[in-house]
């Protein structure tokens, strides 16, 4: 059962946050000038995990006064899924590409870690996802498994920058094809649906 949970954490997480967008190309951008790699991955995947986690535990303890409240967003959690999924197979439909430029002067730490931090912090639909959507989510699990779905959405976090990050020189040219992007984002269009499916399920069996 707890496997079960952590790859439900985990396809969440890796659905919601592989897309083209500021955060990415900068974690990109630095693995292809290959400065502060570490520490830029280590940021961006532990904010990710704090917030996932503050999400869960915060959620948790609100839904568990309001079982009523905790359907409704159960509910409201699928149709945002499944919109997301919609939203990813039209994506699929229209050829995209993350490049990352490697021009430009270089960054001191400092700067290096204060950019991953607006791109991650400023950045309002990471608050939606992480704390709310993905928090929502990991509240309906049993008390004795919300630590292994938590565990699954950062582990994605994780994966994900540190493939950007320490595998950039390899992903690029990967990352430049717009086929690439299409078969990506139509398997996450899919896993989408299938977490809508089963926070259908769930409000509707109870279980």
């Not at 400092?110 to 509240?139: C, E, K, R, W």
């Not at 078969?183 to 649906?193: E, P, R, S």
């Amino acid at each position: 059962m707890f496997f079960t949970v952590f790859v439900q954490g985990l396809a969440l997480s890796f659905g919601l946050i592989v897309a083209i967008g500021a955060q990415n190309a900068f974690v990109l951008r630095q693995g292809l000038r290959r400065e502060h790699v570490g520490s830029v991955v280590l940021f961006c995947a532990a904010t990710d995990a704090l917030l996932i986690a503050a999400g869960v535990l915060g959620m948790a303890q609100a839904l568990g006064e309001s079982p009523g409240l905790a359907r409704g967003l159960a509910l409201v959690g699928a149709v945002f899924l499944a919109a997301y999924g919609v939203q990813a197979l039209r994506r699929a439909r229209q050829p995209q590409i993350l490049q990352a430029t490697t021009r430009g002067s270089g960054l001191s730490h400092g700067a290096a870690l204060a950019q991953a931090a607006a791109f991650t912090l400023l950045n309002p639909h990471v608050y939606l996802d992480t704390v709310l959507l993905v928090g929502s989510i990991g509240a309906q699990q049993p008390t004795e498994l919300r630590g292994w779905f938590v565990l699954g959405a950062s582990t994605a976090s994780m994966v994900w920058f540190g493939l950007l990050g320490f595998g950039a020189r390899w992903l690029a040219p990967w990352f430049a094809r717009p086929r690439a992007w299409q078969v990506l984002d139509a398997l996450i269009g899919l896993t989408m649906w299938v977490m809508a499916a089963l926070l259908v399920r769930h409000v509707a069996t109870g279980a």
